[in-house]
T-cell receptor, first 116, second 115 residues
Framework: AQSVTQLDSHVSVSEGTPVLLRCNYS??????LFWYVQHPNKGLQLLLK??????LVKGINGFEAEFKKSETSFHLTKPSAHMSDAAEYFC??????????????FGAGTRLAVHP | KAGVTQTPRYLIKTRGQQVTLSCSPI?????VSWYQQTPGQGLQFLFE???????NKGNFPGRFSGRQFSNSRSEMNVSTLELGDSALYLC??????????????FGPGTRLLVL
């Protein structure tokens, strides 16, 4: 069975400093991995996804993530935090089924706080 | 292209009542998935529909049901509401044929409060 573990439930950074949100996954085959962001009282927005192409994936708003198979990790980074980055971030693995569809399995989420 | 829309955005119900939530996918998308988000359990998969057929179901009681119409719009129904059903219900749409690599696009959610 597929699963994801987000290693930090809360991360706090100062504006302008780097962001690192950690995610480990468990999968019996080459996974599809996603990072979604949820701002307060909003739905989920896709930040980026990995689907077995380049291991370094660039997403929106300056975020990127690196797929490391040897470490089963897919950590999300950003060089310089902005106040608007304050939100909850979800690492997600896609569980595949025959028939062409998938089911998303979510990590517990990491709440990012950005201080002036 | 318009995104995924969900109606209503907010609902207040009392225990024992039933509720119906609606989701309109992105134009051209044929797959609609539903998720429940609660502070205690996080985000959990409810079910997925494609071309009016349920292809997959999560581990929820039979009080949770859904359907999909020929225009790909989907509804979910919760009968005999319980306090624990209070949650944000999210709908996501995708093409439905590309398997694990496919991106699901989420709507803003319906927040249900059961009193």
């Amino acid at each position: 069975a597929q699963s994801v573990t987000q290693l930090d439930s809360h991360v706090s950074v100062s504006e302008g400093t780097p962001v690192l949100l950690r995610c480990n996954y468990s999968s019996s085959y080459s996974p599809s991995l996603f990072w979604y962001v949820q701002h307060p009282n909003k739905g989920l927005q896709l930040l980026l996804k990995y689907t077995s192409a380049a291991t370094l994936v660039k997403g929106i708003n300056g975020f990127e993530a690196e797929f490391k198979k040897s470490e089963t990790s897919f950590h999300l980074t950003k060089p310089s935090a902005h106040m608007s980055d304050a939100a909850e971030y979800f690492c997600v693995v896609s569980e595949q089924f025959s028939g062409g569809y998938n089911k998303l399995i979510f990590g517990a989420g990491t709440r990012l706080a950005v201080h002036p | 292209k318009a995104g995924v829309t969900q109606t209503p955005r907010y609902l207040i119900k009392t225990r024992g009542q039933q509720v119906t939530l609606s989701c309109s996918p992105i134009s051209g998308h044929r797959s609609v998935s539903w998720y429940q988000q609660t502070p205690g359990q996080g985000l959990q998969f409810l079910f997925e529909y494609f071309s009016e057929t349920q292809r997959n179901k999560g581990n929820f009681p039979g009080r949770f049901s859904g359907r999909q119409f020929s225009n790909s719009r989907s509804e979910m129904n919760v009968s005999t509401l319980e306090l624990g059903d209070s949650a944000l219900y999210l709908c996501a749409s995708s093409g439905g044929l590309a398997g694990g690599e496919e991106t699901q696009y989420f709507g803003p959610g319906t927040r249900l409060l059961v009193l």
